[in-house]
């Protein structure tokens, strides 16, 4: 599988970026290759940006409907299977298109160990925040207005004072910092990378939620956190969902290049 991967080889990356060579139809030709850049560029950048957006709005929309609409008693429970199983599935459908990051801590981590052409993560972070949007615009629609009201639209609000910060912050970090782990050492990295990638990524979700979803709501995600803050206009302690899962990301991308950086991995971190 190719699942986020870049042409950048480091550490024995073994994978084409966005879209695997010699996949799809070859483009018609009547002659001439007049068509053949605009259809590169198509492949290589619009394709996965779409699929990015879709995998996105797919994943962030049956997460808040979990937490919507979880019924009593089962706790954690019903979300973390939710968004793991959600996450999984994406990955696995749209991941030879994109790489399924589906998460701007997940698309910076990939772009710092070389994973992810420069070129592509703004835009990427740009879908996967309109997909946020989009999938928390649904599960609004199709929700009864109690159940949305009750949990704030599925925005994260269990930070509720200025004493649970540097737990919940940490927690973002540490649930990011497994997250992006896996998903660089299981989906990336040539040496490590397994097919069963989709399966750990989900479930590593599914843990983080059951362990840390009573600390900090366990985000992992700040498309997840922002998608649904925009539509409930819940912005309170938001902040943190971006400087969590971004200071895991970073701190991924040290560890892995400090564990399996060869001479150019130490050259790019001078």
Known sequence: MALYESKTELWDLDINVIQPEGKGPDPATDGNSSTEPFRDAFQRYIQPCLAELLGSSLFIFVGCL??????????????????????????????????????????????LIGGLNIILLVPYILAQMCGGMIGAGLAKVISPSMNYGKVSGAAFDTVQADTQIVPATVAEVIMTLFLTMVVCMGAVNGRTRSLLAPLCIGLTVTADILAGGAVSGACMNPARAFGPAVVADYWSYHWIYWVGPMSGALLTASFIRLLLGDEKTRVLLI
């Open 66 to 111: 979990s937490v919507i609409e979880n019924t009593e008693g089962t706790g954690r429970l019903q979300p973390a299977l939710a968004h793991g199983l959600a996450l999984g599935i994406v990955i696995a459908v749209l991941g030879e298109i994109s790489g399924g990051h589906f998460n701007p801590a997940v698309s910076v981590s990939v772009f």
